[in-house]
């Protein structure tokens, strides 16, 4: 089946700097969708992705889809405390979801 | 609109006891999900159900696990003669159709926190 790849793993940033996490598939997806769990909690949707070459903004938050539809990327610019947690890109194909592993950040105030 | 619940939030088993993990869904919504998450990994589909129906199970073992959506009542994840490995949180999602298609957009529950002692 589909997977998806995530990097990086970890990422620790000071307050005020930018952050990157990136999603790759081997395959073209037709969605990606994007949450984020804060630590003991569950995954929040943030946003999906369809169109190739897509961007959206939330705010601090610009998700983009790639034209090939494989890669998608969540930039956060100016980290906040309160943007801790793990960010997770999944694909759904209407009969399951494959979540990626996920990557890990920490903000240092 | 209350959102995904999931009961209990934590269960403690010892081995070889059953485990019956308890999702509602939010209101209007059909379709359920089940996920397996441990300490610090990601999420792991195990099945989707719609209304009396399994979907897709795919991700869940074949042996010790089995799951149900009935007419009436929560959406049931249960794991019998429960093992150490099976200790992880476990979280349901739920969606809605947008006319005969689920969409992709997933509410999830709280989670049960499992221990297998």
């Known amino acids: 089946g589909q997977q998806v790849m995530q990097i990086p793993q970890y990422q620790h940033v000071q307050e005020g700097e930018d952050f990157t996490t990136y999603c790759n598939s081997s395959t073209t997806l037709s969605n990606i969708q994007w949450y984020k769990q804060r630590p003991g909690g569950h995954p929040v949707f943030l946003i999906q992705?369809?169109?190739?070459?897509e961007v959206k903004k939330q705010k601090r938050l610009t998700f983009q889809f790639g034209e090939a539809k494989k890669n998608s990327s969540l930039h956060i610019t100016a980290t906040q405390t309160t943007d801790v947690g793990t960010y997770f890109c999944a694909h759904g194909n209407g009969q399951n979801f494959v979540f990626g592993p996920g990557t890990r950040l920490s903000v240092l105030p | 609109n209350a959102g995904v619940m999931q009961n209990p939030r934590h269960l403690v088993r010892r081995r070889g006891q059953e485990a019956r993990l308890r999702c509602s869904p939010m209101k209007g919504h059909s379709h359920v999900y089940w996920y397996r998450q441990l300490p610090e990994e990601g999420l792991k589909f195990m099945v989707y159900?719609?209304?009396?129906?399994?979907?897709?199970e795919s991700g869940m073992p074949k042996e010790r696990f089995s799951a149900e959506f009935p007419k009436e009542g929560p959406s049931i994840l249960r794991i019998q003669q429960v093992v150490r490995g099976d200790s992880a949180a476990y979280f349901c999602?739920?969606?809605?159709?947008?006319?005969?298609?689920?969409?992709?957009?997933?509410?999830f529950g709280p989670g049960t926190r499992l221990t297998v002692t």
């Open positions: 992705l369809v169109k190739s070459g």
């Open positions: 159900l719609q209304k009396e129906n399994i979907i897709d």
């Open positions: 999602a739920s969606s809605y159709l947008s006319g005969t298609i689920p969409t992709d957009e997933q509410y």
